[in-house]
């Protein structure tokens, strides 16, 4: 079935620990991307890549990390989460680029304590 | 001005009424345009892309763009229930970096 997946699906933690949120696409999608969900913010992009080993900032990058070295996967990394990285994470990818449809992961809730 | 704009609603359609829902957007270089349908809990999904002016039709699902007014529309006929949602609207934006931008998106209930 093709899918995108993320890991973990929930998750609370405490502020300074790091983590990281797994993103695996079974489509062999180039294009990769993050978001986070916030109530009244709606859907802002943290980072995105267009292929292997190429990454860039979306609209919300600070405190996030990500990497690309498989087309595959796109983990994102928070290396000393605060509390206002609360928030619903949504990984996706799509065929080529911001042109195409996105396929979405199931969310990812993360609670930063 | 917003990079892209919804009302929010929530806005309320009786069962077999047509649901109207709107979206602009500021950049006028932007070419692709998209609906996406989000249930409570669940992960964005795509109703429907539209790069041209004019309407496209898919089912009970009609999306309209005229990039002279920078404006989308979805239109959804004969509402069902299963159709409440929040819906999204998503433009490429092409001024600076390439970016995806979505609108915070309009809630509907189709009531029975």
């Known amino acids: 079935e093709a899918q995108v997946t993320q890991n973990p699906r929930y998750l609370i933690t405490v502020t300074g620990k790091k983590l990281t949120v797994t993103c695996s696409q079974n489509?062999?999608?180039?294009?990769m991307s993050w978001y986070r969900q916030d109530p009244g913010l709606g859907l802002r992009q943290i980072y995105y890549s267009m292929n292997v080993e190429v990454t860039d900032k979306g609209d919300v990058p600070e405190g996030y990390k990500v990497s690309r070295k498989e087309k595959r996967n796109f983990p994102l990394i928070l290396e000393s989460p605060s509390p206002n990285q609360t928030s619903l994470y949504f990984c996706?990818?799509?065929?080529?680029?911001?042109?195409?449809?996105?396929?979405f992961g199931p969310g990812t809730r993360l609670t930063v304590l | 001005q917003k990079e892209v704009e919804q009302n929010s609603g929530p806005l309320s359609v009786p069962e077999g009424a047509i649901a109207s829902l709107n979206c602009t957007y500021s950049d006028r270089g932007s070419q692709s345009f998209f609906w996406y349908r989000q249930y409570s809990g669940k992960s964005p999904e795509l109703i429907m892309s539209?790069?041209?002016?004019g309407d496209k039709e898919d089912g009970r699902f009609t999306a309209q763009l005229n990039k002279a007014s920078q404006y989308v529309s979805l239109l959804i006929r004969d509402s069902q229930p299963s159709d409440s949602a929040t819906y999204l609207c998503?433009?490429?934006?092409?001024?600076?970096?390439?970016?995806?931008?979505f609108g915070q998106g309009t809630r509907l209930t189709i009531n029975p």
């Open positions: 996706a990818s799509s065929l080529r680029g911001q042109d195409n449809e996105q396929f």
């Open positions: 998503a433009v490429n934006i092409r001024q600076g970096a390439q970016k995806l931008v």
């Open positions: 489509m062999n999608h180039e294009y």
């Open positions: 539209i790069y041209s002016n």
